[in-house]
């Protein structure tokens, strides 16, 4: 099954959530996890060694 591509907006949402206390630790790791919050940090720590280098 493929997933949709991250949405950054629904993550930081997600995230924002939390830092409010509306949702649970676990919940908003579920979220980000199923969110593509990997995939947004891969692409970011890609993009700063091409940047280093």
Request: glycine share 8%; net charge negative.
């Amino acid at each position: 099954m493929d997933r949709p591509p991250a949405d950054p907006a629904k993550l930081l949402a997600s995230w924002m959530e939390w830092e409010k206390g509306e949702t649970t630790p676990g919940r908003v790791m579920a979220d980000l996890k199923t969110g593509g919050l990997r995939e947004v940090l891969e692409h970011l720590a890609s993009q700063s060694a091409s940047a280093a280098s």
